[in-house]
């Protein structure tokens, strides 16, 4: 006999509920450090899964300003070239080479560092007004960084950079694609997500009820922008070569083709986004440049048939807090009740 739903919204989640999604996380940690070193799968497979990874870590984090705060931002990949390059550059010629693979995580988050103070130099012009102009700065924003980029001969210019050693591994990715959704997750439930959430909803009236929305607007671009950096980061040191094309507006339609592909204002639809378009773009690479027409194309179709995407504004429950499960289930019970004293 089933429990009703009066006193199961009254029950607050049991250690069971709460310890089965970090037991998940270390299986999966054991399977990312295992597999590569017993050849359980074969090194493209491993490049593939590690390039899920970044994308996932670039879609979630764009889903951030353009799904759950309703903004639309599409030089994201401007961002990942800051990461790219500031990280590779403190590899190369920062930290000493006995540092060894111990000076990578401080080059992950100096890559993600600089793209957030590129954030925050874009944000505060952008946000003065409302509408689609935060779309034209960063447009202006990709192309700038990718101009500046080959005009930098200490950089390698239009020849790109490398000398990187690879320090990205399926652990490594792993690791930084699973404190990204953690952290983003985090904080989409946190009060200040929450104003990110009500400027989607109704800026004007989010204003009103105190929500500096400006500055919540600045923290969620800030935060996107690191994350895009640290993305940057591992995928220079997976190719162990970064070229300015690298980073182009293609690659910014690439991750907003994700975004929109998975679902809009949610995590569990950046995974799927990222999962599903990286691997139909390995599946068709035997038609060659054909199938970057594919990308676009796609990004279309699923503006006309589904704007919200696969999984829009839906959350599988992994990433919804225990806290917050709970209570939706007491709202759900509480408009049934409400819903029965009327039919009464």
């Known amino acids: 006999m089933g429990v009703p739903i009066g006193i199961e919204s009254r029950r607050a989640p049991g250690w069971a509920g709460r310890l089965w999604a970090p037991a998940l996380a270390v299986l999966g940690y054991g399977f990312a450090v295992a597999a590569p070193r017993y050849g359980l799968i074969n090194p493209y497979i491993e490049y593939v899964l590690m390039l899920i990874g970044i994308n996932m870590i670039l879609t979630v984090s764009l889903n951030l300003v353009n799904g759950f705060m309703g903004e639309f931002a599409v030089g994201h990949a401007g961002f990942m070239a800051v990461g790219a390059y500031v990280s590779s550059i403190l590899s190369v010629r920062v930290f000493p080479a006995a540092w060894g693979v111990y000076g990578f995580p401080l080059a992950l988050v100096g890559g993600g560092i600089g793209a957030g103070i590129v954030a925050l130099l874009v944000a505060f012009p952008s946000f003065r007004t409302r509408g689609d102009y935060l779309a034209i700065v960063t447009l202006a924003l990709n192309m700038i960084v990718k101009s500046v980029i080959e005009n930098i001969e200490a950089i390698g210019g239009p020849r790109g950079f490398f000398g990187m050693e690879r320090f990205t591994n399926l652990p490594w990715v792993y690791v930084v694609t699973l404190l990204t959704l953690w952290t983003i997750r985090n904080f989409v439930f946190s009060n200040y997500g929450r104003g990110v959430l009500s400027i989607r909803e109704d800026e004007v009236a989010a204003e009103l009820v105190g929500v ?67 691997v139909l773009l390995e599946a068709l690479r035997f038609m060659g440049v054909w199938r970057m027409v594919l990308a676009p194309l796609m990004l279309v179709v699923m503006m006309v048939l589904r704007p919200t995407g696969i999984m829009g504004l839906k959350e599988f429950s992994l990433f919804v807090p225990p806290e917050e499960r709970l209570s939706r289930i007491r709202a759900r019970a509480g408009k049934g009740e409400a819903a029965g004293a009327a039919r009464n």
């Open 212 to 278: 500096n929305t400006r500055q919540v607007k600045v923290q969620a671009f800030i935060i996107a922008a690191f994350f895009a950096g640290v993305a940057g980061g591992l995928f220079a040191h997976l190719l162990q070569y970064i070229h300015p094309r690298n980073f182009d507006i293609v690659r910014s339609t690439e991750i907003l083709i994700m975004v929109y592909l998975g679902g809009i204002g949610s995590i569990t639809g950046s995974i799927l986004g990222a999962s599903i378009f990286t």
